[in-house]
């Protein structure tokens, strides 16, 4: 029996489709999974149904009744709630007043901490879901936190839980247990929507699978009557007409050796394990990985914005684990980071102060201290010719720019002089096509100069046309290296989702 | 009020009271101001500027900025930019729809002069609506707003003894100001400046008394560049902090303040500075030649006010065509993105502080060796909280601060006089400050009416106020 | 040094802070830095005279107080909450209206400054406890205070089982920790945020009530004299745990006593670093905090 069904949720951000037409089902009783690449626009659909968005067009229906769910009280109230990536726990309340947040039992003004504590702790028994009511919540292991707040949806009637990426923060003891759980509430008479990319998820506990790709629903399926295979592929998409990087070119020398790199998250989990890789002049590496999987922590320590916890990172021969970001830039290192707007640019500042941020502490633009402002507005003008910025002058405040200008002033300050070795994060996401060319054609530009280019992308196709060599990364590690030409899109897909990992983990392990 | 001349700047605020030759030109000021605001801000919506002038000219000309304010909440909602593509509305000076990302057409000059009326706008419509709210508080306790204005306004401006005392009482807020805007500048909420300003009186009445043989206009300039190193050496203890172990700067700041100025009170009531037989907490009197002259007859103004200007000048200069500046600046505008950009802000951090804790030591040394001549226990009167007041009003703007000193020490100068020609006590100038200082905290989210009509679109979920 | 006299002095001048301790930890609890404590309890120490005054009578002096008290409350949470002006900023600008504003009101209601006194107001009239005073030195000590004393002692464990055992208490430490798991949770995280800042502002008018009426019945200019940021430190300090928070101030309070008695007798230890204590003491609670985050992120 259908318990939810959403048609046509059509949701705009600025600049791109979110959610394009998308018509999604759920049968009661059911574990549903929703896959798709990061920008397929999962996390959207779920925003939309928890109320946390609202769509542009489309309606939803529970139990065939049309609903309208303004905000997430209102889900709640309808049975409907989510675990998010990012969990909801107040750290200094134990697991009992956390789980009955805003529906205490009372007793006059009074908690009534006996029956909250008994309540909660009946729920639990009920699920399986094994936590200790009194612990507090700031003591408790991730996978335990994950407990409690499932078990905050069971206490506020949830029918209908969805989970966003539970597995991303979990062991994988963790996630069996989170498998057990969820087959149990399945078996209580709940219903459970699963966001996840990893296909190792999908077709443990799932039932059936809806992928999305680019805002729109590729298909639903049958997991017990699906390979792994088809479901990568519809991820990932069919192979199509690639424009290929022109010609192969030896490699020069290692300008970027990274040796046994571990790092750890703001949340003091390991995000990189024992990462190993080189890259060399005149080449382009490209990383592939849907988001989330470590390449955020890779990126700051090797630009140097993030402590190392043991390995190397060495840059044009000198190492540099220790060193700050402007020696490693001095060095020659340029990046073009993922968030354009809060990494990349300033923007409140004009352009000129944009594009002169990592080179005015240098003649000429400065000497003694004193800034040469005619120098730097020679740069600013010459940077805007070369590379087409669309504006009236050079001292425009940046927040006034395009998606695609504005990147293009991140390009012009990274790349006006042509850099040893780039970092590229993202560096096309939520441009358009004219912009995205640009930016491939100064990739390309650079290799032909020599640049040691490491381009981090979750846009397969970007990296089959660009990369000489392919390295995936799936939860911290790097589990294949290929070249352009033997790889598949298939075979990306499956090793993105984490499938095919042990056989593929031996041939990386070397780095 | 008899015989005072009433200067010009009372009636350019209130151009409809009264009936002086000078209204007139107050009144054609004003509608010269507000034909060119209005003309330029509804210009940046619809390209006709003669309908905006017409509206300008009336109102400017009918009350001056006193309708101008009104019409000011009114206008800039009606600036939000509709898309042409989906329908939603944008901030004014928005390049792109807010929502599906469309491009505004281009604007030009127009744009320029809009996001210059909007700043203008501001500045003069808070110091207004304190004023006019002072004023309100005043005829509620059954006083005459108008003539207390005119008096405050003729003690302030009217004879050149007056002029002098404001610009005396605007000295040491120029420079507690600057220390404080450029702090703001650089996203640091330091509170911290009074502390150095006692450290640096402190520093400056020792070098006026102990080397009492080196001759005056050396000891002068000894006594200032100790004064400034001392605030500077203070505010880097907060600062050390800020940049190492990342500790919040506002309450220790504000925690250290009360540190100097116990410290300083120590000194010279029962430490090395006490002198016995003193029936108050002071210093011994600084040697002769450190005392800088009065220079206009019957005030204590000395040359503390140009070394002043000087630093406002100088302070200009760091923040436009130094290193210094640029990092201050953007570290201020995106810390993020500096660090990503390679600046090193811990180090950017302690410059900042060590020279805002300077200027305020420098004012501090201004009233032992201008004023004082010596060192009194607890004898600002609060000269660094004003000259938050007037970085907050200013906009961290060098010339900003100069402006908003100049006005303020005129507020506070002609305040003390108020007491004797009307029966206002001077505490009303404490409560103008706080309103002026309330209207900028509501100010810096002023635009909420534009909000208000944006918010009613679907949009993120917003953030609470959090600390 | 008259020990007893001592002690009795500490409960007498830790009274205010004890209350105002309580007004910095709900609004700390909240998520709001709360620096306008001074000027909150400087308007209701003059509201207290005032309404005591034209009231004749000073218990509904102490009411006009904390009213007056939780009414500036409301303002600063109007400002920072609703019109979402800078926290900081609206903090001092409290401060500023309350130290000019009462100024401003003596002269213009009574043509008084620096003291207002009227004639006629009686200060509230000292408790003596039924058999505790009869105990021969604690009773000198515990007995015989100003009521207002007594009430701030009710206040702490009253404090700590609204923040930790009643509903709403909960409510404010869950919107102060985690504001999105709150509003989720169907919390409304204004209400509780003006409930915390309007409470705390009715406490800080009690403790100013006490100022003015609970000794010399009469109002002084800036009387607060930044109890309004000791106590603020002590809540710092004492991570905002009620008892801890009660502790430092008890400790400040007497420390301000102490420091009284020290300045009739020479001693070595100068006045004034006894007042910079509880100032030093935040700034190291700061640092000691922010080195232990960094410790366990491994520098």
């Known amino acids: 029996m259908t318990l939810l069904r959403m048609t046509g949720i059509t949701k705009y951000y600025p600049g791109v489709v979110a959610n394009d037409g998308i018509d999604f089902e759920v049968e009661e009783g059911e574990i549903h999974a929703l896959v798709g690449e990061n920008g397929a626009g999962k996390s959207t659909l779920m925003k939309v149904l928890y109320g946390m968005e609202k769509a542009d067009a489309g309606q939803i229906y529970l139990h065939d009744q049309p609903v309208n769910i303004p905000n997430p009280q209102a889900a709640i109230r309808l049975g409907i709630d989510m675990v998010h990536q990012h969990f909801e726990l107040v750290p200094s309340m134990t697991v009992a007043e956390n789980v009955a947040l805003g529906h205490e039992p009372r007793r006059g003004l009074f908690v009534d901490r006996a029956a909250m504590l008994e309540r909660v702790r009946a729920l639990s028994e009920q699920f399986g879901l094994r936590v200790d009511p009194a612990a507090v919540v700031a003591d408790l292991s991730v996978g335990e936190q994950q407990r409690v707040e499932i078990l905050k949806l069971l206490y506020r009637n949830a029918r209908l839980l969805i989970l966003d990426e539970p597995s991303a923060v979990l062991t994988p003891q963790e996630v069996d247990d989170l498998f057990a759980v969820l087959r149990r509430l399945v078996a209580e008479g709940r219903t459970a929507i699963l966001i996840t990319h990893k296909l190792r998820e999908v077709m443990a506990v799932c039932d059936r699978a809806t992928v999305l790709r680019h805002g729109r629903v590729v298909g639903t399926v049958r997991v017990a009557e699906t390979q792994p295979e088809t479901i990568a592929r519809m991820m990932v998409g069919r192979e199509l007409e690639v424009i290929r990087r022109t010609q192969t070119q030896p490699p020069g020398e290692p300008v970027l050796v990274v040796h046994n790199l571990h790092v750890r998250d703001d949340r003091d989990l390991p995000a990189v394990r024992g990462v190993s890789f080189t890259v060399h002049a005149g080449e382009i590496v490209g990383l592939a990985g849907v988001e989330g999987n470590g390449q955020r922590e890779l990126v700051e320590a090797l630009v140097g914005l993030r402590a190392v916890e043991t390995g190397e990172v060495v840059l044009m021969h000198q190492p540099v684990t220790e060193a700050g970001n402007r020696r490693r830039r001095a060095l020659g290192m340029a990046i073009i980071p993922e968030d354009r707007t809060r990494q990349g640019l300033s923007a409140p500042s004009t352009l000129t102060e944009n594009l002169v941020a990592t080179r005015y502490h240098r003649p000429p633009y400065s000497r003694n201290g004193i800034l040469a402002l005619r120098p730097m507005r020679a740069f600013a003008q010459q940077a805007i010719r070369q590379f087409d910025i669309?504006?009236?002058?050079?001292?425009?405040?940046?927040?006034?720019?395009?998606?695609?200008?504005?990147?293009?002033?991140?390009?012009?300050?990274?790349?006006?002089?042509?850099?040893r070795v780039l970092i590229a994060a993202q560096p096309t996401r939520g441009l358009d096509v004219g912009a995205t060319q640009f930016v491939h054609g100064e990739l390309l530009r650079l290799r032909q100069a020599g640049t040691g280019i490491l381009l981090i992308s979750a846009d397969l196709d970007e990296l089959l046309a660009l990369a000489d060599r392919l390295l995936v990364i799936f939860e911290g590690q790097l589990v294949g290296e290929m070249t352009p030409e033997t790889a598949t899109r298939e075979r990306l897909g499956l090793l993105m989702a984490g499938r095919g990992v042990a056989a593929e983990v031996e041939s990386v392990s070397q780095g | 009020m008899s015989g005072q001349h009433t200067p010009?700047?009372?009636?350019?605020?209130?151009?409809?009271?009264?009936?002086?030759?000078?209204?007139?030109?107050?009144?054609?000021?004003?509608?010269?101001?507000?034909?060119?605001?209005?003309?330029?801000?509804?210009?940046?919506?619809?390209?006709?500027?003669?309908?905006?002038?017409?509206?300008?000219?009336?109102?400017?000309?009918?009350g001056g900025v006193l309708l101008l304010a009104p019409l000011w909440f009114v206008l800039m909602p009606l600036l939000d930019r509709r898309c042409q593509r989906c329908g939603a509305l944008s901030v004014a000076t928005a390049a792109a729809c807010s929502r599906c990302g469309a491009e505004f057409t281009e604007r030009g000059w127009a744009e320029t002069l809009s996001g210059l009326a909007n700043n203008v706008a501001r500045v003069v419509i808070t110091l207004e609506l304190a004023l006019i709210a002072g004023g309100i508080v005043l005829e509620l306790s059954g006083k005459d707003a108008l003539n207390t204005y005119r008096v405050l306004f003729e003690w302030g401006l009217g004879t050149p003894r007056a002029r002098a005392n404001s610009l005396l009482a605007a000295t040491p807020l120029i420079l507690t100001g600057l220390g404080t805007a450029i702090a703001f500048r650089a996203g640091i909420f330091n509170v911290g400046?009074?502390?150095?300003?006692?450290?640096?009186?402190?520093?400056?009445?020792?070098?006026?008394?102990?080397?009492?043989?080196?001759?005056?206009?050396?000891?002068?300039?000894?006594?200032?560049?100790?004064?400034?190193?001392?605030g500077g050496l203070w505010g880097l203890v907060p600062g050390y902090l800020k940049a190492r172990l990342r500790v919040d700067e506002v309450v220790t700041t504000i925690m250290l303040n009360y540190v100097a100025i116990e410290f300083t009170s120590y000194m010279v009531?029962?430490?090395?500075?006490?002198?016995?037989?003193?029936?108050?907490?002071?210093?011994?009197?600084i040697a002769k030649q450190a005392q800088l002259p009065r220079l206009i007859k019957g005030s204590q103004f000395n040359a503390t006010f140009f070394l002043a200007l000087v630093c406002v000048v100088v302070v200009l200069l760091i923040m436009t065509r130094t290193r210094l500046g640029y990092e201050t600046r953007l570290i201020g505008d995106n810390p993020l993105f500096a660090r990503w950009s390679g600046v090193l802000v811990g180090a950017t951090i302690l410059q900042v502080m060590f020279l805002s804790g300077a200027l305020g030591g420098l004012a501090g040394a201004?009233?032992?060796?201008?004023?004082?001549?010596?060192?009194?226990?607890?004898?600002?009167?609060?000269?660094?909280?004003?000259?938050?007041?007037?970085?907050?009003?200013?906009?961290?703007?060098?010339?900003?601060?100069?402006?908003?000193?100049?006005l303020f020490g005129a507020l506070r100068s002609g305040g003390t006089t108020i007491e004797l020609f009307t029966d206002v006590p001077i505490d009303l100038v404490d409560v103008v400050q706080a309103l002026i200082i309330f209207f900028v905290a509501v100010d810096l989210n002023l635009d909420f009416l534009s909000r208000r009509r944006r918010a009613a679109q679907p949009q993120e979920p917003v953030a609470t106020p959090a600390a | 040094m008259d020990w007893v006299n001592l002690a009795a002095a500490t409960l007498r001048i830790s009274t205010p802070l004890l209350m105002v301790g309580m007004a910095g930890l709900l609004s700390y609890q909240v998520g709001l830095i709360n620096i306008a404590l001074e000027g909150m309890m400087l308007g209701g120490a003059f509201a207290g005279v005032v309404i005591g005054y034209e009231a004749g009578s000073t218990w509904l002096g102490v009411l006009g107080a904390t009213l007056i008290g939780a009414a500036l409350g409301a303002l600063f949470a109007l400002a920072v909450i609703t019109l979402r002006a800078n926290l900081i900023v609206s903090g001092l600008a409290l401060n500023f209206l309350a130290t000019g504003g009462t100024a401003y009101l003596m002269d213009i209601l009574y043509d008084q400054s620096g003291t207002l006194a009227p004639q006629g107001l009686q200060k509230l009239p000292v408790v003596q406890l039924p058999l505790i005073e009869d105990i021969p030195t604690l009773g000198r000590i515990v007995s015989g205070h100003s009521p207002l004393v007594y009430v701030s002692w009710v206040l702490v464990p009253l404090t700590a089982i609204f923040l930790y055992r009643t509903v709403v208490g909960g409510h404010i430490r869950a919107v102060g920790e985690h504001a999105e798991a709150a509003r989720t949770a169907g919390i409304s995280v204004r209400r509780m945020q003006y409930l915390a800042l309007i409470l705390g502002g009715a406490l800080c008018g009690l403790a100013g009530a006490h100022l003015s009426l609970g000794d010399l019945p009469l109002f002084r200019e800036k009387m607060t004299n930044d109890r309004g940021f000791i106590a603020l430190a002590a809540v710092y300090f004492a991570a905002a745990r009620p008892g801890w928070t009660a502790l430092a101030c008890l400790l400040f309070g007497f420390f301000e006593a102490l420091q009284f008695r020290l300045q009739l007798q020479k001693t070595s230890v100068p006045n004034e670093f006894l007042q910079m204590l509880p100032y030093v003491m935040v700034v190291l609670a700061l640092v000691v905090i922010s080195v232990r985050k960094e410790w366990r992120k491994g520098w």
């Open chain 2, 193 to 230: 400046v009074e502390g150095s300003l006692y450290m640096g009186a402190l520093a400056a009445a020792w070098v006026g008394f102990t080397f009492t043989d080196v001759p005056g206009l050396l000891l002068i300039a000894l006594a200032f560049a100790v004064a400034a190193v001392a």
């Open chain 1, 390 to 419: 669309r504006v009236r002058g050079p001292n425009v405040r940046v927040r006034t720019l395009s998606g695609g200008n504005a990147q293009k002033v991140v390009v012009a300050r990274e790349l006006a002089e042509v850099p």
């Open chain 2, 269 to 285: 009531q029962s430490g090395p500075f006490f002198v016995p037989g003193m029936a108050n907490a002071m210093s011994k009197t």
């Open chain 2, 366 to 406: 201004g009233q032992v060796l201008g004023v004082h001549y010596n060192f009194t226990a607890r004898f600002s009167r609060g000269f660094g909280f004003d000259g938050l007041t007037i970085a907050l009003l200013a906009r961290n703007s060098p010339v900003g601060v100069l402006i908003g000193a100049l």
């Open chain 2, 8 to 62: 010009l700047p009372y009636w350019v605020i209130a151009p409809f009271l009264g009936g002086s030759g000078t209204l007139w030109w107050g009144v054609l000021a004003w509608g010269v101001i507000g034909a060119a605001l209005t003309a330029a801000l509804v210009h940046s919506r619809d390209r006709r500027w003669w309908g905006g002038a017409l509206a300008g000219l009336v109102t400017g000309g009918a």
